[in-house]
């Protein structure tokens, strides 16, 4: 069993940054695969960035070149670094851990993105 919690959201003005975190409990959270997905209101849930257990990592599209995932396994934390937000950015963050076939998901957390 994993358990995630999520923090650092909030308001960022259009074009500012701000940084996920997302804390895990658990001994062997350096094998997990580990995401951020987002949900928009309307929306459907959509998979932001992904690390894997070796540090590779993939983004979608909409965030390639402003957004940054990693990984500190000796914390047991996933960040996300968001540049250059826009209003598009605004959502419910999640972060989960898999392993194995299971997927562990955080509470959420909450971007807006406005002026």
Not at 37 to 49: C, F, H, T
């Amino acid at each position: 069993q994993v358990q995630l919690v999520e923090s650092g959201g909030g308001l960022v003005q259009p074009g500012g940054s701000l940084r996920l975190s997302c804390a895990a409990s658990g001994s062997i959270f350096s094998s997990y695969v580990l995401h951020w997905y987002r949900q928009a209101p309307g929306n459907r849930r959509e998979l932001v960035a992904l690390i894997t257990s070796d540090g590779s990592t993939n983004y979608t599209a909409s965030v390639k070149g402003r957004f940054t995932i990693s990984r500190d396994n000796a914390k047991n934390t996933v960040y996300l670094q968001m540049n250059s937000r826009k209003p598009e950015d605004t959502a419910v963050y999640y972060c989960t851990a898999g392993r194995l076939g299971v997927n562990y998901w955080g509470q959420g957390t909450q971007v807006t993105v406005s002026s």
